[in-house]
């Protein structure tokens, strides 16, 4: 019972994977029942049903590690607009602090893992990691999460809805941009539209939303005070095109 409230932690509540795992559950149970007093039956019931559940939980856990987004976000200073200079790994673990994060594949077979601060959505955090699970580019959202409800037909962005991207390697900016910019129509979405037929207008409304992206590499030699400030070391944003839906991450 421990290992499947940790899978169902894992897969988190209403998705198409917690409908499987409760049904899946209930098979279980009376297979488990189908044993009677038959010890041997019972165990390797158990044995195989464990081993299924922790396959769920590893599938589902958000390919990111702390040790690697400690390594790659190292100790610059970040200044947010209206906010005091505070550590970049701060600001982005201040956006994640939620469980499971949810996370997706993208075209270019990076994951893009995603998460808020509870209990005030508006702050988020991004971060793109490659196959291997290191991490490729982090960002820090303010102010664009359900900026298009449902029950609304004009958007609400925060007066400072921004989003700050931070590579060390500049052509991860080309690699991950158009899915940044659809998880970005998502995230004002609500990730609540799969974009078809009947939400395709919201989600070019979205879509068009012209959401200030900025840019900054990590390792920039400048300081100040003695501390690395990222500020001081922007980049362009690279002229790119792509097809990725925000439907992609409809959660």
């Given at each position: 019972?421990?290992?499947?409230?940790?899978?169902?932690?894992?897969?988190?509540?209403?998705?198409?994977?917690?409908?499987?795992?409760?049904?899946?559950?209930?098979?279980?149970?009376?297979?488990?029942?189908?044993?009677?007093?038959?010890?041997?039956?019972?165990?390797?019931?158990?044995?195989?049903?464990s081993f299924a559940l922790r396959d769920i939980e590893e599938h589902q856990q958000a390919p990111l590690e702390a040790a690697a987004l400690q390594r790659f976000a190292g100790g610059v200073i970040f200044q947010s607009p209206?906010?005091?200079?505070?550590?970049?790994?701060?600001?982005?673990?201040?956006?994640?602090?939620?469980?499971?994060?949810?996370?997706?594949?993208?075209?270019?077979?990076?994951?893009?893992?995603?998460?808020?601060?509870?209990?005030?959505?508006?702050?988020?955090?991004?971060?793109?990691?490659?196959?291997?699970?290191?991490?490729?580019?982090?960002?820090?959202?303010?102010?664009?999460?359900?900026?298009?409800?449902?029950?609304?037909?004009?958007?609400?962005?925060?007066?400072?809805?921004?989003?700050?991207?931070?590579?060390?390697?500049?052509?991860?900016?080309?690699?991950?941009?158009?899915?940044?910019?659809?998880?970005?129509?998502?995230?004002?979405?609500?990730?609540?539209?799969?974009?078809?037929?009947?939400?395709?207008?919201?989600?070019?409304?979205?879509?068009?939303?012209?959401?200030?992206?900025?840019?900054?590499?990590?390792?920039?030699?400048?300081?100040?005070?003695?501390?690395?400030?990222?500020?001081?070391?922007?980049?362009?944003?690279?002229?790119?095109?792509?097809?990725?839906?925000?439907?992609?991450?409809?959660?």
């Open positions: 019972m421990h290992v499947y409230k940790q899978a169902l932690r894992a897969v988190g509540v209403g998705t198409p994977e917690c409908t499987h795992l409760l049904a899946s559950q209930k098979v279980f149970e009376n297979e488990l029942e189908a044993c009677g007093s038959d010890g041997d039956c019972v165990l390797e019931t158990m044995r195989k049903r209206g906010q005091k200079s505070a550590p970049l790994l701060q600001r982005i673990q201040r956006g994640m602090d939620i469980y499971p994060l949810p996370h997706m594949g993208l075209p270019n077979g990076n994951t893009l893992v995603w998460g808020f601060q509870p209990h005030n959505a508006t702050v988020q955090s991004l971060v793109v990691v490659n196959h291997q699970g290191a991490v490729q580019l982090l960002g820090a959202v303010d102010g664009i999460y359900l900026g298009l409800p449902r029950d609304k037909t004009r958007p609400e962005l925060d007066a400072n809805a921004r989003i700050t991207l931070f590579v060390r390697n500049p052509q991860a900016l080309a690699q991950n941009l158009p899915a940044l910019r659809a998880w970005a129509a998502a995230s004002i979405l609500g990730f609540n539209v799969d974009c078809g037929d009947a939400d395709a207008a919201r989600c070019k409304t979205a879509e068009a939303l012209p959401v200030p992206i900025l840019a900054y590499r990590l390792g920039c030699p400048q300081e100040a005070s003695g501390k690395a400030l990222v500020n001081r070391c922007p980049l362009p944003l690279p002229a790119v095109s792509g097809n990725v839906s925000p439907g992609l991450f409809r959660q």
